[in-house]
């Protein structure tokens, strides 16, 4: 496998009016290409923070990002609109077609009517996805989901706390 996806010492730091609040303290990770991860992590964390980067959301205060051997850390806002066109996809949970579910149970529905159990239309679709070779990283504060995933990633205080690789594929979630 290929590093997709590789952070080396990223910091990020919100100045709010004279008080600077850091939120990530050094992550160093790597993602290959074709994996299937999960962050975890309280809120407030840095989980959302590190996947707005990973995103190309925003730009790490210090550190690199590299995605598919590019450093992405030296692109302007243009470049970086380029590569969330072009190499990323992202889905918002923010941004529901239906309120009261998540994005995730919005692109679900149709499976509901096709009769799909809870279990199957969960993870399915982003499951497919990832067996075409496609890198899935999701954020989730949901452990069944994570635990569809091949490696989960615990952040706490800014900083990656530990890593479960291949946690329950299989784990019946009904």
Not at 46 to 53: H, P, Q
Request: proline letters at 3%.
């Amino acid at each position: 496998m290929t590093a997709m996806i590789w952070l080396e010492d990223i910091h990020k730091t919100y100045r709010l009016g004279e008080v600077d609040v850091p939120v990530l303290k050094g992550i160093d990770l790597t993602i290959e290409e074709g994996d299937y991860v999960a962050i975890m992590g309280a809120s407030g964390s840095g989980e959302s923070t590190l996947m707005n980067i990973i995103g190309c959301l925003d730009r790490p205060s210090t550190g690199q990002y590299v995605l598919e051997g590019r450093n992405l850390t030296t692109l302007d806002n243009a470049g970086l609109a380029y590569i969330r066109n072009q190499r990323i996809g992202l889905v918002f949970q923010q941004f529901n077609l239906l309120p009261r579910i998540t994005a995730l149970e919005n692109v679900m529905l149709p499976m509901v009517y096709a009769g799909a159990t809870r279990a199957q239309r969960r993870m399915q679709l982003l499951t497919e996805l990832n067996a075409q070779g496609i890198t899935v990283v999701i954020v989730t504060h949901e452990p069944d989901i994570a635990a569809q995933t091949h490696r989960t990633i615990h952040v706490k205080d800014g900083l990656l706390q530990k890593e479960h690789p291949l946690m329950n594929q299989n784990l019946n979630v009904d």
